[in-house]
């Protein structure tokens, strides 16, 4: 049994590694010339992977960490199509678009917030520019239940999407008020029912522990109702409150958050009870069943973290399109689009990409990442393939990092010796704290309490 007092001692800002470095080392000194000059010179064989920011929403629901814009004029949704039109054809000019598409993601906000008309619109000119879509390409959305319609659907459907997520985060009915979201389970059930209707391969759903008022008694009801709906996979995510940085985020009273120790028993049970429903685990926070490509990925030691989360497609470069979009040329750089709409569009208008800001992957920063990404996806390294990839003798290099892991070790949280570090059970749970000793920049943000969410 686990002793969650002891571990929550573990509780401390840290990154969720979606990227590394992380967000907080994109900068200026990453220039424009630099990433036009990466863009155009890109391995032609490499395939391309496309993330599209549909960023609005009408309500705000009070815990969203995402990149939203919240509005209900038309007129400015009509608007930012013209601009991603006009995005599309600047970057033309700078990637070759004959390279295959091995896959795309359509992420917001709530891209459902267009109608079939203007998702049809988008995937038009996103097909007029990029021919070569792949006949397997995973093409996927993120969809809010309370916001879909078949004609959406339809339109997805025959544009070749395969899957979706729909947002649930909670099915409690005083979770949701408190979090400024209202979405009853039969609403849900029929958007995911729409999914299957019109062939999704994969129907997927988000829920967060760590919201106001949740308890282990309350989250085991959410998941005996999320249950019933039988999706493919199950994101969990552990809330990031960030009040510093999201507005929305000062409504939620702090004194309702469920404490760590409850966090970790929400999540210890979560993955008992997805277990005993024939789903497993996959990386930090997410759950398939077995037959699930992803699986068959962890096997090959092929899975791959990204902005999205976990997928089996790693290799290809990600260009991202869109208000804060981000992409990622292949172990080499980050690049994000501006935040701010008016520079987002100044930028167009000059007739240039909007790109606001990134980072280099100097070899430090490709050795570390290996290693963190290897540590977030699969729970474990390889030191041996390691060794062979970057010609190094991992013990030397990561004398610092090994010592600051003897306390998980003596903890009962990894094994590690010679060959392998190995995340036992319990370990995976801390997995953002056991990746952060190889995180090089963690020095630098030790001090402030501002700069991540916190780990458990
Ligand atoms: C862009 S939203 C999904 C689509 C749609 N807007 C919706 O909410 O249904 C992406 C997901 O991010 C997760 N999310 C948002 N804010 C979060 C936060 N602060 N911490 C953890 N997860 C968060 C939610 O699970 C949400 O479903
Ligand atoms: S969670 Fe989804 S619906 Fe809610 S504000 Fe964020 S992006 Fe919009």
Request: charged share 30%; with cysteine.
């Amino acid at each position: 049994m686990l002793d969650f007092a002891k571990f929550t001692t573990y509780s401390k800002p840290g990154p969720r590694y979606t990227s590394y470095p992380t967000a907080l080392e994109f900068k200026d000194s990453f220039t424009y010339d630099s990433y036009i000059n990466k863009l155009e010179n890109q391995d032609k064989k490499r395939p391309l992977s496309l993330y599209f920011h549909l960023p609005f929403c009408r309500n705000a629901c009070y815990f969203c960490g995402c990149n939203v814009v919240f509005t209900s004029k038309e007129d400015k949704m009509l608007r930012y199509i013209e601009y991603l039109k006009r995005e599309m054809e600047i970057l033309t000019k700078h990637v070759d678009t004959s390279r295959k598409v091995i896959q795309m993601h359509f992420g917001g906000g709530t891209p459902t917030f267009f109608s079939a008309k203007e998702l049809e619109t988008i995937i038009k000119t996103i097909k007029g520019h990029f021919k070569n879509f792949a006949k397997d390409a995973e093409i996927s959305c993120e969809i809010d239940p309370r916001h879909i319609n078949e004609e959406q659907m339809k339109v997805m459907s025959r544009a070749g999407f395969n899957r979706v997520s729909f947002g649930i985060q909670d099915f409690n009915e005083k979770v949701q008020v408190a979090v400024h979201r209202v979405q009853p389970y039969d609403i849900t059930k029929k958007a995911m029912d729409l999914a299957r209707k019109y062939n999704m391969i994969s129907v997927n759903v988000d829920l967060i522990y760590g919201l106001p008022f949740q308890t282990l008694e309350t989250f085991k009801e959410t998941l005996e109702k999320v249950i019933t709906l039988n999706p493919n996979r199950f994101a969990v995510f552990n809330y990031a409150h960030v009040p510093w940085l999201k507005k929305t985020m000062r409504k939620i009273d702090e004194t309702t958050l469920p404490r760590p120790d409850v966090k970790l028993q929400i999540m210890q049970y979560t993955i008992k009870f997805m277990e005993s429903h024939g789903y497993k685990m996959i990386g930090m926070d997410h759950f398939a069943k077995p037959d699930d490509e992803l699986f068959k990925a962890i096997k090959k030691g092929e899975l791959h973290r990204n902005f999205q989360g976990y997928t089996t497609k790693g290799g290809a470069d990600l260009i991202g399109v869109g208000l804060t979009s981000i992409g990622e040329g292949a172990a080499d750089y980050y690049a994000q689009n501006f935040k701010d709409m008016h520079e987002y569009e100044a930028a167009i208008d000059a007739g240039k990409l909007p790109f606001e800001r990134g980072v280099e992957l100097n070899e430090d920063d490709k050795i570390r990442q290996y290693v963190i990404m290897e540590l977030m996806s699969n729970f474990k390294l390889d030191i041996g393939r390691f060794e062979r990839k970057f010609k190094l003798v991992f013990k030397e290099y990561f004398a610092d990092a090994i010592e600051q892991l003897h306390p998980f070790v003596e903890d009962g949280l990894i094994d590690m010796d010679d060959k392998h570090i190995t995340c036992k059970p319990t370990g995976t749970l801390l997995i953002r704290n056991i990746s952060m000793p190889f995180d090089a920049y963690m020095g630098k943000h030790a001090q402030s309490k501002k700069t991540f969410s916190k780990t458990v």
